[in-house]
C-alpha cells in the first residue's frame, strides 16, 4: 500500500480545482427552452432526469436560487420508507421506494440506500391493533410491513430502554424492513450529473423574481440571470411553493414550517435500524459516519428559518434519551432546519394549475425526501402530457374543492 506524508496530503488538498472534472455543466442560460423547471433539489432535478430519459426531451432548464440540494434535499434524515395506510399514499410512496431501489445503478452513483429496516414502535394496545390493520392492508397493496413482538425488538435494539416502567412502554413495533437511509447529497448529485449528461441544462444562482402572464398561459419568467422563455414550466421549490404560486397570481393551500434536526458525535456502530417512537414524534438512525441523527414533529408556528432552536433540542434529546438512556452520554454536534410545506391533509399537490402551462409538485410535508424519485418521475410526466399519471391522480390540486382529502396524517396517526 503506497503512503503519504502529511505534507503530501497537504499538497494534493491545495491542487488547483482546474485538476477536478466537474459532475455537470454550468452554462450560462439560453433565451427559451421547452421545459423549465423551478427547483434544484431532488424533485426539481428527478423530473429534469425523467424528462430526458424517459420522455426524450432534452431541451430544457433548470434554475436553482442557491445551489443544487441547498434546501430540503440537503436538509433532512435522509429516512426512505412507503408503509403507509390508504391505498394512495401507498401506491405513491412504494413507486417511489422501488424507483430508488435501482436508482444507484441507473445513474452509475452510489446513493448509500441501506435498506436496514424501519421501526415504529408500538407503545399502547390501540397502536397495536393499528399496526396489525396496517400490515394487512400493505399486504393487500403488494407492500412489505410485519408486526415485531418484544423479544425480537430486544434483540434488534439492544440498547433500547424496553422496561415496563419506561415513561411510554415499547409493545412491540410495525417493521418494513425495505425501509432505511439514503445518503440525501448523493441523490442530487447523482441526478444532476445523469440529467447533465443527457443535455439538460442546470444553472444555480437564479433566482425567479416573477411572471409574465397572457391569458391563463405563463410567456416568461424574469430570473436574477435575465428573462427567460419556455413553453412549459414545471415547479418543484417545496416550503416556497407557497411565495412562488404567489407570483404567478394563484394561491396554493400551503402553510410552511420548520422541521428540526440534529446529529450527534460519532461512536461505532449501535444502531442498526430506524426508530420511531409515535408517543414522542421522535425518530433516530445512525450514519455511515457513526452520527445518531435525530429529529422530531414540526415546530407548531409558521415560518421559513432553517435553524434550531433549544426548547425544541431539549424535547427531542430528552425523548431520545429515555428510548436509548445510553445516548445521554453523547454530545451534540449540530442541528438545523428545512421549511417544510404542509397541505391540509397532509398530502402532496400533483398536477396541474391555474395557469395552464404549469405544473406543480408540492406539499410532500416531512414526506418529500422519501418520495423524490415518484415526485420527478410525475412530474415529468404531466409536463409532458398534460394529464396526472394515474398514481398521482388523486393528489391534485382540485380535490381541495371537492373535499376528496387524502388525509395520511389521520389515517396513520401520526404525520409522514
Known amino acids: 500500500m503506497r503512503r503519504y506524508s502529511a505534507l503530501s496530503l497537504l499538497r494534493h488538498a491545495l491542487s488547483p480545482a482546474a485538476r477536478w ?16 423547471i423551478i427547483g434544484g433539489g431532488g424533485h426539481g432535478l428527478a423530473t429534469a432526469y425523467y424528462l430526458a430519459k424517459v420522455h426524450g426531451i432534452t431541451d430544457v432548464v433548470v434554475v436553482e436560487k442557491g445551489w443544487l440540494g441547498g434546501g430540503n434535499t440537503g436538509r433532512n434524515t435522509t429516512n426512505v420508507r412507503s408503509d403507509y395506510m390508504l391505498p394512495e399514499s ?7 421506494l422501488r424507483l430508488y431501489e435501482q436508482l444507484g445503478r441507473e445513474l452509475n452513483f452510489n446513493i448509500m440506500l441501506s435498506q436496514r429496516g424501519w421501526l415504529t414502535l408500538i407503545h399502547d394496545q390501540h397502536q397495536m391493533e393499528s399496526a396489525r390493520h396496517k400490515a394487512n392492508s400493505l399486504r393487500c ?75 391563463d398561459r405563463i410567456t ?36 410552511s414550517y ?27 438512525n445512525q450514519t455511515q459516519k457513526g452520527e445518531i441523527v435525530l429529529g ?13 432552536t433549544f426548547p425544541t433540542i431539549e424535547k427531542v434529546i430528552t425523548a ?24 391540509p391533509d397532509s398530502s402532496p399537490i400533483l398536477g396541474q394549475t391555474p395557469i395552464a402551462n404549469l405544473q406543480i409538485n408540492c406539499g410532500w410535508g416531512t414526506g418529500g425526501f422519501k418520495a423524490i424519485p415518484a415526485g420527478g418521475y410525475l412530474l415529468a410526466h404531466s409536463l409532458v402530457t398534460g394529464k396526472p399519471h394515474p398514481v398521482a391522480e388523486k393528489f391534485g390540486l382540485d380535490r381541495f374543492v371537492t373535499n376528496r382529502l387524502v388525509d395520511e396524517a389521520s389515517a396513520a396517526g401520526i404525520a409522514h
Not at 158 to 182: C, H, K, W, Y
Not at 239 to 254: C, E, K, N, Q, Y
Not at 262 to 273: A, D, G, Q, T, Y
Not at 296 to 308: A, E
Open 141 to 215: 397493496n403488494g407492500v412489505d410491513g410485519e408486526v415485531v413482538g418484544p423479544g425480537i425488538l430486544r434483540r434488534m435494539l439492544p440498547l433500547m430502554n424496553l422496561e415496563s416502567d419506561a415513561r411510554f412502554p415499547v409493545l412491540g413495533a410495525f417493521l418494513q424492513r425495505r425501509g432505511g437511509t439514503i445518503r440525501h447529497d448523493a441523490v442530487a448529485w447523482g441526478y444532476a450529473r445523469a440529467a447533465d449528461s443527457l443535455g439538460v441544462d442546470i444553472v444555480q444562482n437564479c433566482e425567479v423574481q416573477g411572471f409574465e402572464r397572457t391569458g
Open 21 to 36: 472534472q466537474p459532475a455537470w455543466r454550468s452554462p450560462e442560460p439560453k433565451p427559451s427552452y421547452a421545459v423549465m
Open 220 to 255: 416568461a419568467v424574469h430570473t436574477s440571470r435575465g428573462r427567460l422563455q419556455a413553453d412549459r414550466i414545471g415547479l418543484a421549490v417545496a416550503g416556497h411553493s407557497s411565495d412562488v404560486a404567489a407570483m404567478a397570481g394563484f394561491r396554493l393551500p400551503i402553510t
Open 320 to 343: 431520545a434519551v429515555e428510548m436509548f438512556p445510553a445516548f445521554a452520554q453523547l454530545r451534540l454536534m449540530r442541528h438545523w432546519a428545512g421549511i417544510v410545506d404542509m397541505t
Open 258 to 284: 420548520c422541521l428540526q434536526a440534529m446529529v450527534s458525535e460519532p461512536v461505532r456502530p449501535v444502531l442498526h435500524h430506524v426508530v420511531i417512537s409515535p408517543a414522542t414524534g421522535v425518530y433516530l
Open 296 to 308: 422530531g414533529i414540526l415546530d407548531l408556528y409558521p415560518s421559513y428559518g432553517q435553524r434550531g
Open 90 to 96: 401507498v401506491a405513491l410512496y412504494e413507486l417511489g
